[in-house]
């Protein structure tokens, strides 16, 4: 059924193709070269010295300060820097390419076809904002994974997870009381049906669901193992699956080379998660000293969101208000201990719902200056969400070196009208102020006066 809906989507999206009003002529050149840019290399907060880079396919091949000639043998793209800031694409590790767009409503009653077409829609927008790659949290986006990665409409890069993996009455199962109970075998919920979540209430069940979520091109596999805002039945303080269940999820995981996320926001949630091998802990806002501690001495990553308000929540009921509420509260405590305890900590959004937020996806690393510095954001989001990404290991559709500038690395670039080190609300304005647009070595954007 799962297989029937993903081919159905692919094949959507290719057909209306031809109807997508374009972002802008990709220019696909076999050389690149940028002139004259200082270059902020996602590792370190400050420019190097006017440089040149030379990109080559789709790769970084060479830097230097001394100019670099055009190959006379091969079709090359000068772009004159004119001293701006040369930077790495931006990533969101925490993102939900097909929940983006659509309400809640919307998801469970329309199409996978027409959601599709949101979602393709909103990937366009998503790399216009500079947002070359994106690790997808929940969501059936293996087909708009695909659509992106052969040329078919543009789009970041996905990290995709498939289907969230959760328990009866968890974060992620969206069914109402009056389809309980669900006798073995019995029919899947609408939610199910879509790829968006999965239920499964033993070890044995874990290990299946999360061998189908491989089996279709997931990077990662993801679960909740405490409750969630969004979710009717399933309160923040809750722990859901057990240790082996979670333990059967990391064991598969393991076996094809990858590693298993947990959306946890409680000490005990995360506390289970770690104890069963999670390499990766989503959100964390409520967590305590001892968990944070325990996190940093594990060497356990944090891909955690700076939550500042209600955001997208008017369109939940009060009572999930409430609960968002609780965790807009514990993001100060929350980031203050990852400065304490030198937790391992990526950036993301995980926007939902809200086409109205996710076009201020950049500002989200504008507020994480209340407590880094410009410099510290802008590392955590390129180069410390590309080690992120790199823990998948073998199951890494994208081999390659991402979120820095440096020899060898995949060509994702972002061109900025000024310095985001000493400006950070540059990058909150993309229409304006990234004049160059970069993934893979392809030109999506280009505004330099010519």
């Known amino acids: 059924m799962l297989q029937k809906v993903t081919s159905l989507a692919a094949a959507c999206l290719a057909y209306v193709t031809a109807f997508l009003a374009p972002v802008q002529a990709q220019e696909r050149s076999a050389t690149t070269i940028f002139e004259n840019v200082r270059i902020f290399d996602g590792k370190t907060a400050a420019l190097s010295a006017p440089s040149n880079v030379l990109i080559r396919g789709h790769l970084i091949e060479r830097i230097a300060q001394d100019p670099i000639p055009a190959d006379r043998r091969s079709d090359t793209q000068i772009i004159a820097g004119g001293g701006r800031v040369l930077m790495p694409g931006l990533s969101d590790v925490h993102w939900h390419a097909m929940l983006v767009r659509p309400t809640p409503a919307q998801l469970l009653s329309s199409d996978i076809g027409y959601t599709t077409l949101l979602a393709g829609e909103e990937a366009t927008a998503t790399l216009m904002r500079g947002f070359t790659t994106v690790r997808d949290m929940g969501g059936p986006a293996f087909s708009l994974k695909r659509a992106i990665d052969e040329g078919i409409l543009p789009g970041p890069r996905i990290y995709p997870s498939g289907a969230v993996i959760t328990v009866t009455g968890g974060h992620g199962d969206f069914r109402e009381l009056a389809d309980l109970p669900r006798t073995l075998g019995g029919p ?108 940093a001495e594990k060497g356990i990553w944090l891909s955690t969101q700076p939550f500042t308000d209600l955001g997208g929540a008017a369109v939940l009921p009060p009572d999930q208000q409430q609960q968002m509420m609780q965790v807009v509260r514990g993001t100060d405590l929350m980031y203050n201990l990852v400065k304490k305890y030198k937790i391992k900590t990526a950036f993301g959004t995980d926007i939902l719902f809200s086409k109205a937020l996710a076009e201020r996806q950049g500002q989200a690393i504008v507020d994480l200056t209340r407590w880094f510095t410009p410099g510290e954001a802008l590392i955590m989001a390129t180069s410390k969400n590309g080690e992120l990404l790199s823990l998948s290991g073998p199951r890494n559709p994208y081999p390659g070196k991402l979120g820095v500038i440096e020899q060898g690395a995949l060509a994702d670039l972002l061109l900025v009208d000024g310095n985001p080190l000493e400006n950070i609300n540059l990058i909150a304005d993309p229409t304006n102020k990234f004049l160059v647009i970069m993934k893979d070595g392809v030109i999506y954007k280009n505004t330099i006066p010519r």
């Open 188 to 295: 899947l919920s609408r939610a199910e049906q879509l790829g968006g979540s999965i239920v499964a209430d033993s070890p044995d069940e874990v290990r299946k669901r999360a061998r189908e979520q491989l089996m279709q091109g997931a990077s990662q596999i993801k679960l909740t193992a405490g409750g969630g805002v969004a979710s009717p039945f399933s309160p923040l303080d809750v722990t859901t699956f057990t240790e082996a269940e979670l333990r059967a999820a990391v064991e598969v995981a393991t076996d094809w080379g990858t590693y298993v996320a947990t959306h946890a926001y409680t000490p005990s949630a995360i506390q289970r998660s770690i104890a069963a091998g999670v390499k990766v802990i989503e959100h964390g806002h409520l967590m305590d000293e001892t968990t944070a501690r325990l996190i």
